[in-house]
């Protein structure tokens, strides 16, 4: 629910009021009837203009939901979806979400059709089957297109990519739950100023930039969150950016362990998925324990000890403060060489 509600901000929205419910999904509203009525009411009451789900929701429960309720009705990847349409700043961010926004309406056309068909989609009204065929193919057609843009883009990223593998330097990637301070360390190792922000989704491209490691260069990614329970479409739309992970020597994990335990947790399991899903899993890894500014010690130390399996090679750092990030930068010295003496054997003898 707090993620929930950091998401909401992130998107612009002030949260007036929150409601909550344990049980089976609903097929009508996915609460049950009687918390439908509830949310109407808390509804009226509060003069709020929107709903926003946690869970997924129907194209039809969206819209008995919404009649009930007489305000919009959205969910969770609606949301997700809203902030990066906000924050999207190069070609290829703009494109990935347009795509992942056209494969949501394809998924769903079927239902919306089915709705159009009992006349229950203002807009819609009387759609034939002609026209449906119509509906179908302007979505595939839109998604053709904007995977051809997307193609161009990326053959251009790729020729980037190869151009740093010939430069001859080892290639660090940032990876972390959104809002964990990626930028700010990556900032820190390279004394650049990409955006940071108390909000979540700031990052949406890539930043590649040089580091020093104790005198042996490296360069550093910067890139997009990971953020639990993420839309497969999405994850689909911005693989390629968290793809290129797979071609970096070490991935630097940041983790905020300012948060409770089992947050932490949480959210460091998700990023371990993800890496995994991506294929990056076999990769060597550093894990940065962020903001350890925010913790006591005696505190801290209990959350390193039973965080262990899920933070390979940790050090506490304070990305934002400049705590420790000299034994951090030995610790991925220490892997990087590990794993490539012989790959990188002159650039880090120099
Ligand atoms: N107290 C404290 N705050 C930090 C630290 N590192 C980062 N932050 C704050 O955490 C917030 C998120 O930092 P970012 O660097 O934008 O995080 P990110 O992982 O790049 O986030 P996205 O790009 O949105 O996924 C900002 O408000 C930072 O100032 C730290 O070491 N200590
Ligand atoms: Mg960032």
Redesign the pocket.
Known sequence: MEELKGLAEAAGYTVVGSIEQVRRPDPRYQVGPGKAREIADLVRKLGAEKIIFGNELKPVQAYNLAKLSGVEVIDRFQLILEIFVKRASTKEAKLQIALARLNYELAQAKERVRLAKMGEQPGFLGLGKYQVDIYYEMIRRRIKHIQKELRRVRRTRELHRRHRRRLGFPLVSLA???????????NSLTRESV?????????LSTTVRMSSLQGVKVLVT?T??FIDRLPITLIEAFHSTLEEMVYSDLILL?V?V?EPLEEIRRKAECCLETIRQIGASKLPMVTAL?????TSEGELDEKIASLKDVTPNPVP?????G?NIETLKGEMLRQLEGSLETVWMSPLAK
Do not use: W
């Open positions: 972390g739950y959104t809002n964990s301070g990626k930028s700010t360390l990556f955006p940071t922000s108390s909000s979540v989704f700031t990052t910067d997009v969150g940041v905020d300012s962020n903001k350890i500014d925010l750092i304070s990305a934002l403060y705590i």
